[in-house]
Structures are given as structure tokens and as C-alpha cells.
């Protein structure tokens, strides 16, 4: 039973991996290339669109970001 919750477990880790490299190349391409790109266009928007939506809770929202990239860091080590 650990086996599989282990197996599970790290397929999980590698899809959220893939995800984050995606969502990091998509916010790039969008700051390239600005919003006409198809798929890639959109997302620096709705991104900006989530930490307006927070307003004074934006820098909270950066400081947890570091927070779980850095215990993402020393996982993945």
C-alpha cells in the first residue's frame, strides 16, 4: 500500500514539476512576445488580474510564493 501511495505520490511531484516549467515559459513568451501570442497571450494578464484581486495581500502573496519555491527547492535537492 506505501508502494502505490509512494508511486502516486511521485507522479504528482513530476506533473506539478512540468506544470510550474509551463505556467514560468508562458509568462515569459507573454513578456516577450506581448498578449497576441495564442495560448501563451492571456496569462500575464490574468496573473496581474489575481494580485490586483488581492491588493494589500499581493506582498503576502509574493512572500508565500518564496516561501513554498524555496521548501520546493529543498525537496527536489
Known amino acids: 500500500m506505501l508502494d502505490i501511495m509512494d508511486r502516486v ?3 504528482l511531484w513530476q506533473i506539478t514539476k512540468f506544470l510550474s516549467l ?3 515559459v508562458s509568462i515569459l513568451i507573454s513578456m516577450l512576445f506581448g498578449t497576441g ?3 501563451f497571450g492571456g496569462i500575464l494578464q490574468n496573473t496581474q488580474s489575481v494580485i490586483d484581486a488581492l491588493s ?3 506582498l503576502g502573496l509574493i512572500i508565500a510564493i518564496i516561501i513554498i519555491l524555496s521548501v520546493w527547492n529543498s525537496r527536489s535537492n
Open 22 to 24: 509551463v505556467v514560468a
Open 37 to 39: 501570442v495564442p495560448f
Open 56 to 58: 494589500s495581500e499581493g
Open 9 to 11: 505520490g511521485s507522479a
